[in-house]
DNA sequence: TTGACAGGTGACCATGAGGTCACATATTGT
DNA sequence: ACAATATGTGACCTCATGGTCACCTGTCAA
């Protein structure tokens, strides 16, 4: 009975689309793009990645729009996108805090320190 | 040229594995009992999940091994598995801050206001 | 050693996701 | 009105993924 609002999805089903969404190396591209320069056209981010046609760009989208991930803004004939944040930092509310945050932070210290060294043993 | 370390994955390549891994619904359910009740044995784990063969369950639990998210020890001929937080604390160091820290602590502040609330206008 | 238990391997199938295209629909400038 | 621009739709193909199974390997205890 909730979420109409931005991010507000229902629970887990949300969060589910929103891993999946993530999931794909070209969906991130596409965020890493819009937080470059937000805002774009489907056409400015087809030229981002003249690896795919439109209509895959335009799939893609549409699952991260679908995930709340983007959100978009029509201007005449043009459809501008908006990286959305909300989705992600839920996920790391609702997620990361529960796995990593009772344990790790000491852990990950760690690891930089042994990856910068990088040889002992 | 680096990572033999527990989540120290080669930069992006890694990443991918852990979203993916954490793409599927089964696998996060497979993360939470583990995170019930950790070190636990494949047949512990099928029976956790009667809604899957253990071939299913040993199939999942080898995306997570491969993504670092769960670590392995054997004990004669049970296998037991543990949860390692440290990927998902990279992905929210490497991921979730860059895109979420800078706007949105804010609006989801505001966000939980409105869905408390719920009825306005 | 024999049998029961815990786990592993390779093949197999069905579905869904990524990707492309031919066509259709706005919207803008002239 | 007309053509060019910008995006949308449905069908289609292919391959990775989730899921299952028959069979093999290793381990424990009697």
Redesign the pocket.
């Known amino acids: 009975m909730r979420s109409h609002i931005v991010g507000a999805v229902d629970e887990s089903a949300g969060d589910d689309r929103v891993f999946k969404a993530l ?2 190396p ?2 991130r591209a596409l965020l890493d793009a819009l937080f470059v320069a937000d805002g774009q ?3 400015a981010l087809c030229e981002r990645h003249p690896e ?5 760009v ?3 989208l549409a ?1 991260l729009e679908d995930a709340h991930l983007v959100v978009v803004r029509r ?5 501008r996108h908006f990286l959305n944040p909300v989705p992600i930092q839920q996920l790391s509310d609702r997620w990361i805090d529960k796995y990593a945050r009772p344990f790790t932070r000491a852990m990950t210290d760690l690891q930089r320190r042994l990856e910068s060294r990088e040889g002992s043993s």
């Open positions: 999931a794909d070209t969906r056209s489907v056409q795919m046609t439109r209509f895959g335009m799939k893609h699952v201007e005449g004939r043009v459809k």
